[in-house]
């Protein structure tokens, strides 16, 4: 597949780390029971560039490029109050000598602070130009409209990022991630027999489906929602998927059943702490050195945890881990990640 035709902006030297993580898989297997649990390997994707970087990175590879070619002076995204999508989004906009803005959707009442830590700090200390903070439920793609209109009265010019960068064009950095795997699986000499990976605004997910499918990588990819129950999130992810295939011009239509997640671990509610993920943040600090984040990867990791216990992988089936990023978050959550706060579970 050549990815070659469409522009792309380099945030990052080379690829990232394909690795086995094995004191942590010795940890895992010795709470899984009699069966024993698979062998757990990390692809490193909260190793890319931008300030730090994560999935989004891969994305805002081809929609920055799509701005640039666009005109644009400022980008505008979207996302929630610790979001790593508009902290990625602003990290690119500056390596370009663009302006960046956001909205803020507050999904939880009350839970943007200016002055909070994580990415909020970085916002700040990377400076943003603007921010405008909307309630739950607003229409985001609305929104982001009219900062791009009061920007064209100002005479510049603004270029939307969708929100999590998930749409055609920002899938393609999975899809691009699909390559870069097929070769360290052949270089490496690594067999996978399953990939696990975080599933929120679906470009992740859809991207490396399509970038699976695309380049007959017969790996299951087994999703883990963030916000979402499978009722809701496989069809989002299917859309993603099938828009990815049609920008590439695959002719293939991707099968309903080849998008498949897992629900529970998000709760009680996106972005909210929950005991599991802190057992899976302590984890990977602790056996691996490798910091996971609670909003996301935590509660991800949980969802590999959890169904490793439940016997769901074959004993010493080789499953990947894909680690999207999010540390900058840990720092708006300490209590929380150290346990010092009563959680649900
Ligand atoms: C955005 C994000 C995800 C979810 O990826 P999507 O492409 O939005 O589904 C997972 N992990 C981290 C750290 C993220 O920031």
Redesign the pocket.
Known sequence: MDLSRFPRRRYTEGHTPLEFLPHFTKALRATCGPDGGPNVWIKRDDMLGLTPG???TRKLEFLVADALAQGADTLITCGAPQS??CRATLSASIKEGLKCRFVIEERVPNSYKEDASGNNFLFRLLGVEAITVVPAGTNMLEAMQKVAADLAKAGRKGYIVPG?G?NAIGGLGYVACAQELQQQFFEQGVRIDKVVV????????GGLLAGFMGNHINIPIVGIG?SRDPADQNPLVHKEAQAVADLLGLGMTIPPEAVVSHGDWWRPKYSVPNQAMVEAVQMLARTEAVLL?PV??GK?MAGLIGLARKGFFRKDENVLFLH???APSLHAYEAEVLGLTELPA
Do not use: E, L
């Not at 975080?198 to 997910?205: A, K, L, V, Y």
């Open positions: 994560g999935n989004k790593n999508h999590g998930s975080g599933s929120g605004s679906s470009g992740t997910h963030v984040d996301y990867t991800i999207t990023g999010g």
